[in-house]
DNA sequence: GGGGTAAATACTTGCCT
DNA sequence: AGGCAAGTATTTACCCC
């Protein structure tokens, strides 16, 4: 649904026409469109990704459609048996059924009154199971509030779903008894357009939010320490193969940024800095050391980061790498 | 184009109650 | 627990070579 390129569309359309005839197993062979790098699926997940920048460019490749074909609308209310497509962003992620309130068996006839406060006792429970506990109510409310946020902002859906899972895992966690749902599932949006690579400032989510700015960020802080949110790549150099890619430098230059960026890490130069600043400025400091010469402005560009990041950068770098060098050359 | 600096801002951390 | 404040990194805008 987010796919934005046509070609996808078309294809998933046929897939639902023609039934399973034109399903397509093989991502292998696909290229990522930001990086040119080779795609999997990973079924786990059941989403399709880059190996090299981690972007997620499909998810739920499962094809909702139904299995069957009708040729009248008679046909499809018989057929029909299905009800909404699976989804991160519901409670249960849709999958739930209710036992019906009519005091009715399946061929509409009114059921003894035996029977009767059966069902009734069957309902109780069955809501008990259904909202387990303040935890599954919490979660509907949640991802409502996800998703408008996420819509506000023009968030993609990715992000939106990975919000949903960092919500759910907040409140396995129990973190949420004393905090309001409002704070948490900005805090987990906020987390989740991180993670995807799309960060954007706190203030956007405060405007949109219910809550207030200082809330956010306190929720924020919580999650992050409490379940280790790690904000995913922490490690620079996976930005290196897609920043490369799209810059057109030598393998070479690649192989000595990926050099400089283990050096660096070694000698702790990296601490407290942006990984995307240091990818950056290892992959222009092994232009320079190539001779390709990339100029600062067209590496910042295509890392996000500015000239002034990359040349306080880059000259630290420099530094430890070279003096490594020595060392290993004697 | 490379390089530098100052002020503004975003974000984190630590300290205090 | 929550609130505040200080500290660090990054960006923006401007300058010079």
Redesign the pocket.
């Known amino acids: 649904m987010h796919d934005t390129d046509p070609t996808h569309i078309k294809q998933s359309r046929e897939n639902s026409s023609n039934r399973r005839e034109s399903e397509r197993e093989s991502v292998a062979g696909d290229t990522c469109r930001e990086c040119q790098g080779q795609v999997t699926h990973d079924s786990d997940r059941d989403e399709v990704t880059c190996e090299n920048c981690g972007l997620v460019l499909k998810t739920s490749t499962v094809d909702h459609g139904p299995e069957w074909r009708a040729f009248t609308s008679d046909e499809r209310d018989e057929k029909s048996r299905v009800g909404s497509p699976m989804t991160q962003l519901l409670h249960d992620k849709g999958l739930s059924t209710t036992i019906g309130w009519q005091d009715q068996d399946a061929y509409g006839q009114p059921v003894s009154s035996r029977k009767r406060s059966q069902l009734q006792r069957l309902r109780e429970w069955d809501e008990r199971f259904r909202t387990k506990d303040a935890h599954e109510r919490n979660l509907k409310q949640a991802f409502g509030e996800i998703s408008r946020m996420a819509s506000a902002l023009d968030l993609p859906e990715p992000v939106r779903e990975t919000a949903g899972v960092v919500y759910r895992r907040a409140v396995e966690e129990n973190l949420l008894p004393?905090?309001s749902i409002e704070g948490m599932s900005t805090a987990a949006l906020y987390a989740a357009s991180?993670q995807q690579g799309m960060?954007?400032?706190?203030?956007e989510f405060a405007n949109v939010s219910r809550v207030e700015k200082?809330?956010i960020?306190?929720a924020?802080?919580?999650l992050?320490?409490e379940i280790g949110l790690e904000?995913e790549p922490e490690d620079p150099a996976q930005y290196l193969p897609q920043f490369a890619s799209s810059l057109e430098v030598s393998e070479e230059a690649e192989r000595i940024s990926r050099d400089i960026l283990a050096v660096a890490t070694d000698n702790a130069v990296h601490?407290?800095?942006?990984?995307?600043?240091?990818a950056a400025a290892a992959l222009?400091a092994a232009t320079?050391l190539t001779n390709e010469?990339?100029?600062?402005?067209?590496v910042?560009n295509v890392a996000?980061?500015?000239?002034?990041?990359?040349?306080?950068?880059?000259?630290e770098l420099l530094e430890v790498y070279t003096e490594q060098e020595n060392i290993g050359d004697r």
């Not at 960060?199 to 203030?203: M, T, V």
């Not at 601490?271 to 240091?278: C, D, I, T």
């Not at 010469?293 to 067209?298: C, D, G, R």
């Open positions: 004393g905090r991180r960060p954007r400032p706190l203030s200082l809330r960020q306190r924020y802080r919580y992050s320490r904000i601490s407290g800095k942006s990984p995307v600043g240091l222009y320079y010469h990339l100029t600062q402005e067209t910042s996000h980061v500015s000239e002034v990041t990359i040349r306080n950068r880059y000259q």
